[in-house]
Each structure stands twice: as structure tokens, then as C-alpha cells.
């Protein structure tokens, strides 16, 4: 069985939820809108099934829901900033705001995040800067039990360290929505095997390989403890190409931020740490701002252009498919299993709270 909210609805019942976890209101609304928009864009990994997550990281301390970014370096178009363990949803959009202004001042920024609590879907933050004109390139890597095997390693050694780019299309009376990036750097995003899981299915082959190094198709092998006690992992995607991204988002978004990476051993802490390196542009400080403009239309147009191949329905652009959804999902409702609305209903247990 599965229960479907409007949005509207959904976002209030976890507001509640963060409420009772002793968020403040503003901070509870905040948190729940970004979940609830994950979930209207099509990416319930990064939707409301965290927020049971979120409030046993609050329970046992690693998350502190009333902490803000701490500027730590300040050289004009460069930024060093701490979330001192806040939501990602918070101190993320603290972050990118303080790195609009240097955008505004000076043409750029580069911008470096460490010690932020779980930062949601990054396409959140690239949408912002797109919505003002704005290139942004976010590198994040993820300090929590590792899911993500190397390339022909046999373990997780690291996790699904997303990379995300958002890029503007036209400008003035033609501009188009935009072309955002985000993904990954495994084959696919670990909620999303929690959200299998938790709906009982089996997943395709080549996604993962069991305790013991050998492939499977059981979404639960990096979910819950296996008969070793040990878990599985998650494949990089694109081979060598996709391990070599994951390693370059853990040494920019990890090592460059000052957040660290993970090289220990694997503990049950429930907090998950980000650690992101985000570079903003803005065209018109490049003197490209038309030229930029034109060439992205003109290329949009071009992939257009191209005859759908045999049973499909042709190109799709990145963000298309969250643009979609998220319409689809006003009209219809968010549809949450039995499973994860019951982790829902648990959390708010702990806190006090009836869902």
C-alpha cells in the first residue's frame, strides 16, 4: 500500500515533523520545501524519505538544526565557508546567496562548503543561479558510510559524490529553461535504492555487487546489513570514466574544502556530510553575454533537430524530466510507499509527534 499528499499537504506534515525534532519554525518550512520539491521533481531519493534520516542525525547530535555558514576565508571573488554541521538545506542556500553577491561585485566566485549536514539535491542550487542568468559548476562529495565501489574494487570505498552544472539558455524576450546537470557519480543515486527497497523490487543488472563482491540486483545489500554483516555497493557509473569524476568531486568538494575525506572505516552513524566546491559565472562579466546567448540557443535547436531514434521518444535535455514530473506531480499528488511513510510515522515517534 502507499499514501498520496498534494505537495502542500506533504510539505506541512514534515514541517510539523522538523518542528517537533526542535527546528525552528523557519528552518523546519525551509527544509521540508526542499524535500518536497525533490520529491515533486521526480528524485524521491533526495525527497521526504530523508527526513527520518535527518531527525536521528538530530537525536544523536550530528546535526545541528539551528547552525548557519561561517565565513572562514574571504579574498574577494574567493570564498571559504563552514556549515558547522547545519542543514544542507539551510546553510547551502546561505552559501550560494553569499556567493551571488560576489557574482554581482566581481563577475565570479569560487566558493568552497565544508562540514554541511546532507545537501539535498544539488540541481537546487544550480537552479538558483540559472534563475539569474548564471553558469554554476557544484563538485560534493559525501563523508557517511561509504556505498560506492571503485572501479574493479570489490567495496564501497566512497559515496555517490554528485556533480551538477547549470547552464542558461538565451536571454532577454528568448530565453529558454535551462540546461541543468545533475547526477550521481554512481550508477544511481543511493536513496533511489532505498526508495527500491523499500517498495520490495529488484533492480537492474550492473548497478550493484553484493557483500561478498559478486553482482546483484538486491537493492537492500546497500540498505540493511547482510549476512556478514557487512554491505554491498554501488557501481560508478561510465566505468573508469565515472570513478575517475567521483575521485576528482571527493578531492575538490573534500579535500579542496577543508571538509575531508573518507579513508576510515564505516560506522551507524545516521549524519551525512557534504562537502562542495561551486564556481559561478556570470556571461556578461566574460563579454560574451551575447554571443553566449545566441551559440546556446543555436545549439539547443540543432539537438532538436535530430530524428528520434527507433522506440523512443527523441532527445531529451537535462532538467527536462524534473520539469515534467514536477507538473505531474502538482496535478496528481507525490505518492509515498507503505515502507518509507511508515519510517515517516516512526520518526515522528520519536519526537513526540503523531503522523
Known amino acids: 500500500m502507499s499514501i498520496t499528499l498534494s505537495s502542500t499537504d506533504l510539505e506541512h506534515r514534515i514541517t510539523q515533523l522538523f518542528i517537533s525534532a526542535q527546528c525552528t519554525p523557519e528552518v523546519a518550512q525551509q527544509v521540508a520545501a526542499n524535500l518536497v520539491l525533490a520529491n515533486l521533481s521526480g528524485h524521491d531519493s533526495h525527497g521526504v524519505g530523508m527526513a527520518p534520516r535527518y531527525v536521528d542525525a538530530m537525536l544523536e547530535g ?22 558547522q554541521t547545519g542543514f544542507g538545506q539551510i546553510v547551502g542556500v546561505e552559501a550560494m546567496h553569499l556567493a551571488f553577491e560576489r557574482v554581482s561585485q566581481l563577475g565570479a566566485c569560487i566558493m568552497s562548503l565544508a562540514n554541511s549536514h546532507h545537501l539535498g539535491r544539488i540541481g537546487h542550487f544550480a537552479e538558483m543561479a540559472v534563475e539569474r542568468g548564471w553558469v554554476s559548476l557544484h563538485f560534493v562529495n559525501v563523508l557517511s558510510r561509504p556505498v560506492v565501489a571503485a572501479w574493479q574494487g570489490g567495496d564501497g570505498r566512497y559515496g555517490t559524490n554528485p556533480c551538477c552544472i547549470g547552464i542558461p539558455v538565451g536571454m532577454g524576450d528568448d530565453v529558454r529553461e535551462p540546461f541543468v546537470l545533475d547526477f550521481a557519480t554512481s550508477r544511481v543515486a543511493q536513496g533511489k535504492m532505498r526508495v527500491a527497497h523499500n517498495e520490495g523490487k529488484s533492480v537492474a543488472p550492473g548497478i550493484l555487487i553484493d557483500e561478498h563482491g559478486h553482482p546483484t540486483t538486491r537493492p537492500g545489500v546497500v540498505v540493511v546489513p547482510q549476512s556478514n554483516g557487512g554491505f554491498g555497493a554501488l557501481l560508478p557509473f561510465g566505468e573508469h570514466k565515472g570513478f575517475g569524476l567521483a575521485v576528482a568531486c571527493e578531492l575538490l568538494g573534500g579535500a579542496l574544502s577543508g571538509g575531508g575525506t573518507w579513508h576510515r572505516a564505516a560506522d551507524a552513524k545516521r549524519a551525512v556530510y557534504n562537502g562542495m566546491l561551486s564556481i559561478v559565472i556570470d556571461p ?39 520539469r515534467s514530473a514536477r507538473a505531474a506531480r502538482k496535478k496528481n499528488g507525490i505518492v509515498i510507499d507503505d515502507a518509507t511513510w511508515q519510517e515517516i510515522q516512526q520518526a ?3 519526537v513526540g509527534l503523531s503522523i
Open 348 to 350: 515522528g515517534a520519536k
Open 62 to 83: 550530528g546535526l545541528d538544526p539551528n547552525a548557519h555558514v561561517a565565513i572562514q576565508v574571504d579574498h574577494g571573488m574567493l570564498l571559504g565557508l563552514n556549515g
Open 284 to 322: 556578461n562579466a566574460l563579454g560574451a553575454s551575447m554571443s553566449f546567448a545566441q551559440e546556446t540557443l543555436a545549439f539547443i535547436d540543432w539537438l532538436r533537430q535530430s530524428p528520434p531514434a527507433p522506440d523512443s521518444q527523441g532527445v531529451v535535455l537535462a532538467g527536462e524530466p524534473e
